[in-house]
């Protein structure tokens, strides 16, 4: 059974961080292209960031120089790591690895940017 677990989420005031973290099991990790994708209320789901692999990243125009994501290969899990956060980053965050034909999602977790 595949199980993708998000934390970390919760509330912070503008400039301030957070860390997400999504441990997984049930998937042989090392393979899977990790990822983090957000969505705001009325909006469509966004590719955040990915991470391949070999560690190779990508990341969404609006958060570049923000955000960084990484990945344990020996923890099965992949981190997001928010700074300087805006209220325009308030969304749900979703995890998902994707291999070949399996792709999987975590059941989100809330950022809420505000002061």
């Known amino acids: 059974q595949v199980q993708l677990v998000e934390s970390g989420g919760g509330l912070v005031q503008p400039g301030g961080s957070l860390r997400l973290s999504c441990a997984t099991s049930g998937i042989i990790f090392r393979f899977y292209v990790m990822g983090w994708y957000r969505q705001a209320p009325g909006k469509q789901r966004e590719l955040v960031a990915s991470v391949i692999s070999g560690g190779s990243t990508d990341y969404a125009d609006s958060v570049k120089g923000r955000f960084t994501i990484s990945r344990d290969n020996g923890k099965n899990t992949v981190y997001l790591q928010m700074n300087s956060l805006k209220p325009e980053d308030t969304a749900v965050y979703y995890c998902?690895?994707?291999?070949?034909?399996?792709?999987?999602w975590g059941q989100g977790t809330q950022v809420t940017v505000s002061s």
């Open positions: 998902n690895a994707r291999f070949a034909a399996g792709n999987y």
